[in-house]
């Protein structure tokens, strides 16, 4: 039997604290840097694949 589906914040693969918002895990545990430069590589790494079709 599948269990609660819990939350994985997409920077870091943690599983998020049931009731915890994404939103609020992100601002707490990653720098505004950080988050800009994983938001900038997933856009590039998604322009990319879709050049390549
Ligand atoms: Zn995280």
């Known amino acids: 039997m599948a269990t609660k589906a819990a939350y994985e914040c997409p920077v870091c693969h943690e599983e998020l604290e ?14 505004k840097k950080k988050l800009a430069t994983f938001v900038a590589t997933e856009t590039v790494t998604r322009e990319e694949e879709g050049v390549s079709e």
Request: no cysteine; hydrophobic share 20%; charged share 35%.
């Open 18 to 31: 049931d009731g915890e918002q994404m939103e609020e895990h992100l601002l707490r545990t990653h720098p």
